[in-house]
């Protein structure tokens, strides 16, 4: 969680092939998911700002494809430190009562 808002810039262009000035945010989170950085493009230059937990870890996802993708509704639950992958549980029902 070193990296500021070039370091980061350079992540994402260079390591992800992403492009900075599209719609998109880009959420980084540290190695002991306590804390997430945020960074994105605003009309006339970058916006960078960070959250820490103070306690517990944010369920950050472990499949890359996930990551990628996350929802708003998806971020909003991951800044709230909920697990957003947990609320899509199957209920599976064999009798009623």
């Not at 070193?2 to 900075?20: D, H, P, T, W, Y």
Request: with cysteine.
């Amino acid at each position: 969680m070193r990296k500021s808002i070039n370091g980061l810039a350079v992540l994402v262009q260079e390591e992800m092939r992403l492009n900075l000035f599209d719609r998109n945010i880009f959420i980084f989170c540290g190695k002991r998911k306590r804390a997430l950085k945020v960074l994105y493009y605003d009309m006339n230059g970058f916006c960078l700002w960070q959250k820490r937990l103070e306690k517990d870890k944010y369920a950050w996802p472990k499949d890359e494809n996930v990551a990628r993708n996350l929802t708003m509704e998806d971020l909003n639950l991951l800044l709230q430190g909920l697990d957003f992958t947990a609320r899509h549980k199957n209920l599976k029902f064999t009798s009623i009562s």
